[in-house]
């Protein structure tokens, strides 16, 4: 799945900031990915790889939307800093027979990115976190696991912030 910002009608009519900010999550869920098969590059590399040639540009026929360069930064950088804290958020909200080690790499950095902007970023509303983060599990996925995807950051959600709910 790219970053690529296809001309449609959902498309034409999220304009401006939002879907600067639509995209920038969807590539922050790329990039983290990227650093979990990659583990020696390290978060810096990866920003820097993605902001020179990716986001805003055309790859393979793909058009990488514009992206809101500020927020995808922090998201990628602030995962990876917070990555133990944030697994251990996720675990507790997962059930038993789903542990966060049987989770697929994509979905698992999809739950974390959607806990650090609940954890971390209260400027943001968290329905609006929940359904960009399910929407992007949508992107990737086709059974369950946008549900569980929903279910977790829920939990999560009503936990540090029912107040906003």
């Known amino acids: 799945m790219s970053v690529g910002a296809k001309s449609d009608d959902t498309g034409e009519r999220r304009q401006g900031s939002g879907r600067r900010r639509s995209v920038a999550r969807l590539a922050a869920v790329q990039a983290l990915y990227q650093l979990e098969i990659n583990p020696g590059l390290?978060?810096?590399?990866?920003?820097?790889?993605?902001?020179?040639?990716?986001?805003?540009?055309?790859?393979?026929?793909?058009?990488?939307?514009?992206?809101d360069e500020?927020?995808?930064?922090?998201?990628?950088?602030?995962?990876?800093?917070?990555?133990?804290?944030?697994?251990?958020?996720?675990?507790?909200?997962?059930?038993?027979?789903?542990?966060?080690?049987?989770?697929?790499?994509?979905?698992?950095?999809?739950?974390e990115a959607g806990a650090y902007e609940l954890m971390l970023r209260p400027e943001i509303p968290p329905r609006v976190t929940l359904a960009e983060y399910v929407g992007i599990a949508y992107a990737f996925f086709s059974g369950k696991e946008p549900s569980l995807a929903n279910g977790v950051l829920d939990r999560l959600a009503r936990a540090w912030r029912a107040a906003e709910l």
Not at 47 to 65: A, K, N, T
């Open 70 to 111: 500020a927020l995808f930064s922090e998201i990628v950088r602030g995962v990876a800093a917070e990555r133990e804290r944030l697994d251990e958020a996720v675990s507790a909200a997962l059930s038993e027979e789903w542990p966060l080690d049987r989770l697929e790499t994509i979905l698992r950095v999809i739950l």
């Open 42 to 67: 390290g978060a810096e590399s990866v920003v820097r790889e993605f902001r020179l040639h990716r986001l805003g540009r055309e790859i393979d026929g793909d058009l990488y939307g514009e992206a």
